[in-house]
């Protein structure tokens, strides 16, 4: 019993730092190296705790950009870009963020990138924070998404049903 709790403390606190720090901790590999180390009677409910984790953690970094981005946003001027690629990389993220203040094609896009992966969450969540996206429907939107990533995962590598 003390080893399938903190099985399910190690996932949660994985999933907040994997919400955090995406390029260093990555959940995807951690639900691909679940199977040596949880049983798979617990492999599901680990999984949900990891999915909880992320939103943790994906909300810690929505809050910082939504309290940040006013902030930002008064004391930055707009600058023309240096070359043509950050001109072209300017413009894609003022579409994005134009998507994301849409609550409905918002939260498809957020969706989208919990599930695939394109464009990265770490940028959707960035971009959400800065973006009038409500709070409620982004987290739910990364819940389920990042859940049933990993619940597809667990089930092509460990079989689960």
């Known amino acids: 019993m003390g080893g ?37 009677s617990l492999l599901v409910v680990t999984i949900l705790s990891l999915g909880v984790g992320t939103v943790v953690g994906k909300a810690i970094v929505f809050e910082l950009v939504r309290r940040g981005s006013s902030k930002v946003r008064s004391s930055v001027e707009r600058k023309p870009p240096r070359s043509t690629f950050s001109a072209r990389v300017r413009r894609l993220g003022d579409q994005m963020l134009a998507l994301l203040d849409r609550p409905y094609l918002g939260a498809a896009t957020v969706m989208a990138s919990s599930l695939f992966g394109i464009p990265p969450l770490a940028v959707v969540t960035i971009l959400a924070g800065a973006s009038r996206q409500p709070r409620w429907l982004f987290l739910t939107m990364v819940f389920v998404g990042r859940t049933a990533q990993f619940l597809a995962i667990a089930f092509v590598v460990h079989g689960v049903t």
């Open 4 to 40: 399938d709790l903190a099985l399910l403390g190690a996932a949660f606190a994985f999933g907040i730092g994997s919400g955090i720090l995406p390029v260093f901790l990555n959940a995807e590999v951690y639900v691909i190296g679940m199977g040596a180390f949880v049983p798979r």
